[in-house]
């Protein structure tokens, strides 16, 4: 199993689950800077990671709202994706 360092600092912006909420949501760019590398780990950004994990809201059993800025981003398979 991989493990990931936190993308932000959580005890200035901590995570929150609300059971009762429609949808999980996100606000990101699909590209802004290049690949991070990280204690030999190479990470690349939306465009690259977010693609993995597509499946993610039918595994999930919920639907995930995305606001997303980028002229390059897949909107219609990103749209089919999370179902919004």
Avoid: C, H
């Avoid at 929150?16 to 190479?42: I, L, Q």
């Avoid at 999930?60 to 089919?80: H, K, M, S, V």
Wanted: zero cysteines; hydrophobic letters at 45%; charged letters at 25%.
């Amino acid at each position: 199993m991989a493990t990931y360092a936190a993308a932000i600092v959580t005890e200035l912006l901590p995570p929150r689950f609300t059971p009762e909420a429609r949808f999980f949501t996100t606000v990101m760019s699909w590209t802004a800077y290049g690949n991070v590398e990280y204690a030999g780990e190479t990470y690349g950004q939306k465009d690259v990671e977010l693609l993995k994990l597509l499946d993610l809201p039918e595994r999930a059993g919920r639907q995930f709202e995305l606001a997303l800025a980028g002229p390059d981003a897949p909107a219609d398979r990103l749209r089919a994706a999370v179902g919004k």
